[in-house]
């Protein structure tokens, strides 16, 4: 039984040592690492993206607030005025609150859906500038691979402030 194993084991390193053979022998591989989420963060791009949506949605977002506000302004209205109400006036109001309510919810869906779906477009446009510089940083400098959103690298490998620069000064 111990003379099976300790075989099986002898098998599987020198399958691993054939597999690893020539890479040993390779020259190095120029590895670097890029933090897409710096990128998204502090690229001007980026900013100047979150501009343009704030500016597109700036109206509708205040529109809504101003919609909320009446309408906390009108169920405060409500609570108050209930208790001196006619029970079919209160009925009729309840039911305009709960209308206004659901058309609330209703354009607050609408703007966070048309909002995300901005927000995913201008980002992908990002995205695809920032992974043209990043191809282009390979082949110029030379680079085996390049990895995004590494658990842990040593900080020498890190080109993102390379690929930051490059994209902030990009047209």
């Known amino acids: 039984m111990a ?31 890029v933090n897409p989420d710096r990128l998204l963060r502090e690229s001007t791009p980026a900013r100047a993206a979150l501009q343009k949506l704030e500016g597109e949605f700036s109206k509708r977002q205040k529109e809504m607030e101003d919609m909320g506000t009446r309408l906390k302004a009108t169920a405060e209205r409500f609570e108050k005025d209930a208790p001196v109400m006619t029970e079919n006036d209160r009925a009729r109001r309840q039911r305009e609150l709960a209308e206004l309510d659901r058309e609330f919810q209703r354009k607050r869906r609408e703007l966070s859906e048309d909002l995300n779906q901005r927000r995913n477009e201008e980002m992908q446009g990002l995205v695809e500038r920032s992974n043209r510089i990043i191809r282009q ?26 690929v930051l620069r490059a994209l902030n000064t990009a047209r």
């Open 137 to 162: 940083i390979a082949e110029q400098e030379k680079y085996d691979l390049i990895v995004q959103e590494a658990v842990y690298f040593n900080p020498r490998i890190d080109i993102t402030e390379r």
């Open 3 to 33: 003379s099976t194993w300790r075989s099986c084991l002898i098998a599987a390193c020198s399958v691993v040592l054939s597999v690893a053979a020539p890479f040993a022998s390779a020259q190095e591989f120029k590895i670097g690492v």
